[in-house]
C-alpha cells in the first residue's frame, strides 16, 4: 500500500512537470502568434500605402514579390507539355 501511494505521488509530480511545461509552451507559442499578427497587420499597412490605384482593367495584376495578395491571385498556366514540344510548336504555326 505504501509503495503504491509513492507511485501514485512520484507520477503526480510527473504530471505537474508535464503540465508547467505545456503551460510555458503555450505561452510561448501565444507570444509567437501576437509577434506575427503584428508582422501581418504591420505588412499589410505597408501594403495599402503601396498599392497603386486601381487600372482600369482588374484582371492585370500587378505581381509584386512582397504582395501575398498579387500572389494569391496569380493564375498558374500547368502543362503537361514540356517548354520545347511548345517551341516546336509555335514555330510549326508561324510557318504555316
Same mark, same amino acid.
Given at each position: 500500500m505504501l509503495s503504491r501511494l509513492q507511485e501514485l505521488r512520484k507520477e503526480e509530480e510527473t504530471l505537474l512537470r508535464v503540465k508547467?511545461?505545456?503551460?510555458?509552451?503555450? &505561452?510561448?507559442?501565444k507570444v509567437e502568434e501576437l509577434a506575427l499578427q503584428s508582422i501581418i497587420s504591420s505588412r499589410e499597412g505597408e501594403r495599402m500605402t503601396h498599392l497603386s490605384p486601381p =487600372?482600369?482593367?482588374?484582371? @492585370? *495584376?500587378?505581381?509584386?514579390?512582397? @504582395?501575398? =495578395?498579387? *500572389? &494569391?491571385? =496569380?493564375e498558374l498556366q500547368l502543362s503537361t507539355r514540356n517548354h520545347a514540344q511548345e517551341e516546336e510548336e509555335e514555330e510549326e504555326e508561324s510557318d504555316s
Open positions: 508547467a511545461a505545456l503551460h510555458d509552451q503555450l &505561452n510561448r507559442l =487600372t482600369k482593367e482588374p484582371e @492585370n *495584376i500587378l505581381v509584386q514579390v512582397d @504582395n501575398e =495578395t498579387s *500572389i &494569391n491571385q =496569380t
